[in-house]
């Protein structure tokens, strides 16, 4: 398998405003649900269908301040980070 | 008139248009087609057809077929007949040149509905196995994969839950959102025969459709809803029938998660989806919601058939879990005459959904991030995988204007003309450096390619199709391939000529291979379906010969039960205002398939030689508009012209075509936006104005397709 290294390419592998308008998308889906439930989904979304390279992007943006995220996608994306919230994919409602 | 000529040979095989998958008996002499009659023995369409497969098979020798591979160093220059192995040797080394300099996951690929079961899960395999990463998407990308989320979320299968025949059935029928009478003609005349013996249809659509009202045909309710309302009109039903205790509570507690359905019911039930409050959002009257709430939730069996008038949306995943929801409050499913079925539109739509030609899931739609799954995958095809999920199809191409994403293989599919925002995906392609296209004709995208692979039409090859019923078919050979290779074939040598050693006898092999690794496949191979004729998935040791309705005990979910997703109503992004005061929708037509690649390739074009824009008599006034003029419509995207006509099927405020025709370019308008949870795009709302163009250009001049000059030339003799 190739290495993946790819020193010639710089930036952000989605352009960031197409990224957050994506992130606030999904955030509106799971406005519904609980607290707790909204940040699993939220998170357990990006987590099974974004590429690693746009939840990098995601992450490093809310790093920066989120400009433009709302709260709710800030809290979820940030559980990415946390091992504890580690979960295989699954269809269905947030769990929790 | 010399009597009809007496084929030599009979082939059994499936018409590779809609999703309705109908049996047909290919007539030939010699290397020659003479006919194309349905089959009597055929599941779906029991001896029906429509008149673009009966009719429309001509494509497949038509003069602008292209049977030699071709390749360039760019797209400014003229294309390159070469050997198949030089076209292979320069499409791999181009592939491992990309991917040493801008990264593995700078090249990927998408499959075509278009496409067999085999082809599609090769396509898989080549990404995965070869290119060593998951960017590997399909073309229900930008159609049904909000079906795939939103009944999976619900009911644990992304699939219909009925057979065809299940209708026959049914006391009410709900159509949203789709036009089974022009769209999937053979189940619409099926539809209209349980509509003659009493059944009550409901539709919502924006439209006033054929199926509204035309002969035999006559809804009770039609919920002409402003495009982008679904959610809010489907939860403003679901308000109804909690509020008056329509609801199946026996269904419910023993078949569903109670506590899901509670949550749900609070939320639909909240005075935001009253009627009342729905009613003048969506633009129809609050006791037509009623209305049709009452009729669905009395059935006593009472269906929902969908199509792209959900999925096409912002919203279009909530948009298919209203419809779960729904199904499960009202206790529709589980039996004949009931459940929720997408309709859908390719022949193959059903497969390239199920054979893994997704960036995050494997066939049978288990998760590439899921250790186990991943691990047989790689035991069968011995190299190690990719454990993160992939680009989809439009984030390749957002990827590719940032400049990483370099090389594609795309297999029958023309991206320029069907995805959204032509001017963002002909701005991606320019910035790719080796684009491999494999189809029967150059099309729009070929323009942007470096290598052309020819393909083989479904009357030239081997394989299987699943229709829309998950109903598994054989595609048999009916001539031989015109450049020579079966679609399956060129995927292998590809593989081949990219250092992956692989081989198959027949496409039977690649059949076996994917039931090996695809628990609803297990039990399917040509043999049976040889044998039966066709077979439902899922087909395995407990259903050796398949299975028509799912979900009759339990749903495929970890613990067994349906549940409910909270479906909060989010109104799209895309606005009207005092610029783009007009909402514009698209939809299909009956003698025309999708872009027309095939169709407009045969005399069916008689029946409907260019595209127009339908608007009410008020909007035209309103612009001094009159019949048969020109017009432009422009978006916040890009600008198209049109002829407009009259029409009562659309309200004031909506506008309506077809995209059968590339030079319509329909797709210059579309919006960027998405569905939130799958990116397909939101085809069926755009913002646009429409203006009378004062010295109309001759249509042709405005399109640079080679042989659009021709087909202008078609249409006028057809016309004079």
Redesign the interface.
């Known amino acids: 398998?190739?290495?993946?290294?790819?020193p010639?390419?710089a930036?952000?592998?989605?352009?960031l405003e197409?990224l957050i308008?994506?992130a606030n998308?999904?955030g509106?889906?799971f406005?519904?649900?609980p607290t707790e439930r909204s940040r699993e989904g939220l998170r357990n979304?990006l987590?099974?269908?974004?590429?690693?390279?746009?939840r990098n992007a995601l992450l490093a943006h809310i790093d920066a301040g989120g400009d433009g995220l709302d709260l709710r996608v800030i809290e979820g994306a940030q559980l990415l980070r946390e091992k504890a919230a580690d979960k295989?994919?699954?269809?269905?409602?947030p769990q929790h | 008139m010399p009597n009809p000529r007496k084929p030599e040979r009979e082939t059994i095989t499936i018409c590779a248009y809609c999703g309705v998958g109908c049996g047909f008996k290919a007539e030939t002499i010699g290397n020659e087609i003479i006919r194309m009659t349905p089959w009597k023995e055929g599941k779906a369409n029991h001896g029906h057809s429509c008149v673009k497969g009966r009719f429309a098979y001509d494509y497949w020798c038509h003069p602008d077929r292209i049977k030699t591979p071709m390749i360039r160093g760019s797209i400014e220059e003229p294309w390159r007949k070469v050997s198949w192995d030089e076209a292979f040797d320069h499409a791999a080394k181009e592939l491992r040149r990309i991917q040493s300099k801008y990264g593995r996951s700078s090249v990927g690929g998408v499959s075509s509905s278009r496409c067999t079961n085999e082809e599609i899960f090769l396509t898989q395999k080549f990404v995965r196995a070869v290119l060593g990463n998951n960017n590997i998407d399909n073309c229900a990308r930008i159609c049904h994969s909000p079906t795939q989320f939103g009944l999976s979320a619900t009911v644990g299968t992304g699939a219909a839950s009925q057979h065809f025949d299940s209708i026959l059935q049914a006391d009410v029928i709900m159509v949203v959102g789709a036009n089974p009478t022009e769209g999937h003609p053979v189940f619409g005349s099926m539809m209209k025969r349980r509509i003659r013996q009493g059944a009550k249809l409901i539709v919502i659509d924006p439209r006033r459709t054929e199926t509204v009202d035309s002969p035999h045909c006559r809804a009770d309710v039609h919920l002409a809803l402003r495009p982008g309302t679904n959610v809010a009109i489907l939860n403003s039903i679901a308000h109804v029938i909690v509020r008056e205790n329509r609801h199946d509570s026996e269904f419910i507690k023993s078949r569903c998660e109670w506590q899901e359905f509670e949550h749900w019911a609070e939320l639909v039930g909240s005075e935001e989806y009253s009627p009342d409050k729905i009613g003048p959002i969506a633009g129809v009257d609050p006791e037509d919601i009623r209305r049709a709430a009452r009729i669905y939730s009395t059935g006593p069996q009472s269906t929902i058939y969908y199509g792209l008038g959900v999925t096409e949306h912002s919203q279009g995943s909530t948009g298919v879990m209203c419809l779960g929801n729904l199904g499960l409050a009202c206790g529709m499913y589980g039996r004949e005459g009931v459940g929720v079925n997408p309709l859908r539109g390719q022949g193959n739509v059903q497969g390239g959904s199920c054979l893994g030609s997704w960036p995050h899931v494997f066939s049978g739609y288990r998760f590439v991030t899921d250790d186990a799954t991943r691990e047989s995958f790689e035991a069968e095809w011995g190299v190690e995988l990719d454990s993160e999920p992939g680009l989809r199809l439009p984030n390749m191409f957002d990827a590719a204007l940032t400049g990483h994403f370099k090389g594609m293989y795309i297999m029958g599919e023309d991206p320029v003309q069907s995805d959204p925002n032509q001017n963002h995906i002909i701005a991606a392609l320019r910035n790719m450096e080796c684009v491999i296209i494999h189809d029967l004709f150059l099309n729009e995208t070929s323009k942007f390619a470096h290598v052309f692979l020819p393909g083989s039409s479904s009357l030239e090859k081997d394989g299987t199709f699943t229709s829309a019923e998950r109903r598994i078919g054989r595609v048999r050979k009916v001539v031989e391939p015109l450049a020579g290779y079966q679609d399956w074939e060129v995927t292998v040598k590809l593989m081949n000529a990219m250092g992956y050693d692989v081989e198959y006898a027949h496409a039977g092999e690649v059949l076996d291979e994917l039931a090996r690794l695809t628990p609803a496949y297990e039990g399917a191979s040509f043999e049976l379906v040889d044998r039966v004729g066709s077979a439902q998935w899922p087909v395995n040791t407990t259903a050796p010969e398949g299975t028509e309705v799912l979900h009759t005990e339990q749903f495929p979910r970890a613990n067994g039960l349906g549940t409910f997703m909270l479906t909060g109503f989010v109104p799209t992004r895309e606005r009207v205002n005092e610029q783009y005061p007009l909402l514009l929708t698209t939809g299909r037509i009956l003698s025309q398939y999708n872009v027309g690649t095939q169709t407009r390739r045969t005399a069916n074009s008689q029946w409907h030689p260019e595209d127009v824009l339908e608007m009410s008599l008020g909007d035209m006034q309103a612009r001094g508009l009159r019949v048969g003029d020109s017009v432009t419509i422009t978006s916040r995207f890009g600008s198209t012209r049109l002829k407009v006509v009259e029409s009562v099927r659309v309200n004031p405020g909506v506008i309506y075509t077809t995209f059968h025709h590339a030079e319509s370019k329909a797709n210059a308008v579309t919006s960027d936006l998405s569905d939130w949870a799958t990116n397909c795009p939101e085809y069926k709302v755009t913002a646009v104005e429409v203006a009378k163009v004062r010295s109309p250009k001759p249509r042709h001049a405005e399109s640079s397709v080679k042989h659009a000059a021709h087909r202008e030339r078609e249409a006028k003799e057809i016309w004079t």
């Open positions: 398998m190739i290495d993946d290294e790819s010639n390419v930036g952000d592998v989605i352009d197409r308008v994506m998308q999904i509106d889906f406005a519904p649900y979304h987590r099974t269908y974004w590429d690693p390279r746009m295989s994919g699954y269809y269905g409602p």
